[in-house]
């Protein structure tokens, strides 16, 4: 696919520079999308789409810093995968033995109840304010620190603290005293 992208832009400053964000963000992209769309190839598309778009645009994302970069590519990706979860309310039907191996030892009841609680965790984030949602989303699917999710959104580290015990409280409202 990189190739294909690299042919749409002119100079090769700008294929060195693409070439680059391409190599260094794409798994942490897919990674964001996916916690999104909950679907592998859904996150493929919307990421291969921005950078598609990026290439064919030839407006790339900013390198000045690491943090305004992620920033910059964090909003590219939720704003695609917002679109394409409006524009694709379609239902799924996979086969149980997709996901379970089933086994003598296995607990299917103990699994369903934990996959139920974990689609409705997710569904639950996703209905969350936005502010709330995107440092959860951060924290939980990126690894990262308080204080890097304060430096990608651009806002002071106490309000990105605020915003994740605020939205940390709302889930344990609503589902208890789970380990998060």
Not at 10 to 15: K, L, S
Not at 42 to 61: N, P, R
Request: glycine content about 2%; overall charge negative.
């Amino acid at each position: 696919m990189l190739t294909l992208y690299l042919s749409l832009l002119e100079t090769e400053q700008d294929q060195k520079r693409f070439s680059y964000i391409y190599e260094e963000y794409l798994d942490w992209m897919l990674q964001i999308a996916y916690h999104y769309l909950q679907n592998e190839d859904d996150a493929k598309d919307a990421v291969h789409e921005i950078f598609y778009d990026m290439a064919k645009s030839g407006h790339l994302a900013p390198l000045e810093s690491e943090d305004e970069t992620k920033a910059y590519l964090f909003v590219c990706v939720r704003n695609r995968a917002s679109r394409m979860m409006h524009r694709r309310n379609r239902t799924t039907t996979v086969s149980l033995s997709e996901f379970y191996n089933l086994s003598s030892e296995y607990n299917v009841e103990k699994e369903v109840t934990t996959e139920d609680l974990k689609e409705r965790l997710i569904s639950y984030i996703k209905a969350m304010p936005t502010i709330y949602k995107d440092v959860l989303i951060l924290y939980f699917v990126s690894n990262l620190t308080l204080k890097e999710i304060a430096s990608i959104l651009d806002v002071p580290f106490k309000t990105v603290e605020t915003r994740f015990r605020r939205g940390r409280a709302l889930i344990k409202k609503e589902f208890g005293d789970l380990d998060i």
